[in-house]
């Protein structure tokens, strides 16, 4: 059973940099056909597409945190990263890393971890 | 971007309703649209893949039907274990965007 697992800091002051890493369990992160992506929500809001990266080493984010985020894949240690530069309060938020199985020419979010609460406050 | 809206955003039914949730994109996106269950404090769920698979371990009741602009979630017999959040997700261009949510709640 594959698992998935958030875990870093859960208070970030402002302007500095919010790092999190996903250790993936009960599969390789080098398998072929999947994306690793990162997804937020903020405290009562809707789910946001962070970015996701192929193991291939392609990259995508989304256009309005482009200039800020960057991911990596550590495959020794099956594990994938998000760092958020320059961190606002609207920055706060549960932010979860996911599995997002490509096939038939399109993607869908597969398999969640459980969420990390992140908040960005002095 | 593309924009996903859904509706409506909130709606309040019994056990054994016949529940529908519409999203709708902002251009054409074929079938390349996603649904999810979210509860309180948990992560999304995937129920329908590519707008009409149903994911497996999914129960029958969720059907999804639609393409190009407008789409449709259908719970046809709700159950207590079905009062969540549900959002769409259109995989057709990056960035991947979502619909901003319909709860469901216990009439």
């Known amino acids: 059973q594959l698992l998935l697992q958030e875990s870093g800091p859960g208070l970030v002051k402002p302007s500095e940099t919010l790092s999190l890493t996903c250790t993936v369990s009960g599969g390789s992160i080098s398998s072929s056909s999947f994306y690793w992506a990162w997804i937020r929500q903020p405290p009562g809001k809707g789910l946001e597409y962070i970015g996701s990266?192929?193991?291939?080493?392609?990259?995508y984010y989304t256009p309005s945190l482009k200039s800020r985020v960057s991911t990596s894949v550590d495959t020794s240690k099956n594990q994938f990263s998000l760092n958020l530069t320059s961190v606002t309060a609207a920055d706060t938020a549960v932010y979860f890393c996911?599995?997002?199985?490509?096939?038939?020419?399109?993607?869908?979010?597969?398999?969640w971890g459980q969420g990390t609460l992140v908040t960005v406050s002095s | 971007d593309i924009q996903m809206t859904q509706s409506p955003s909130s709606l309040s039914a019994s056990v054994g309703d016949r529940v529908t949730i519409t999203c709708r994109a902002s251009q054409s996106i074929s079938t390349y649209l996603n649904w999810y269950q979210q509860k309180p404090g948990k992560a999304p769920k995937v129920l329908i893949y590519v707008a009409s698979s149903l994911q497996s371990g999914v129960p029958s009741r969720f059907s999804g039907s639609g393409s190009g602009t407008d789409f449709t979630l259908t719970i046809s017999s709700l159950q207590p274990e079905d009062f969540a959040t549900y959002y769409c997700?259109?995989?057709?261009?990056?960035?991947?965007?979502f619909g901003q949510g319909t709860k469901v709640e216990i009439e």
């Open positions: 997700q259109q995989s057709y261009n990056i960035p991947w965007t």
């Open positions: 996911a599995r997002a199985r490509q096939s038939y020419s399109s993607s869908w979010f597969e398999t």
């Open positions: 990266l192929y193991s291939g080493g392609n990259t």
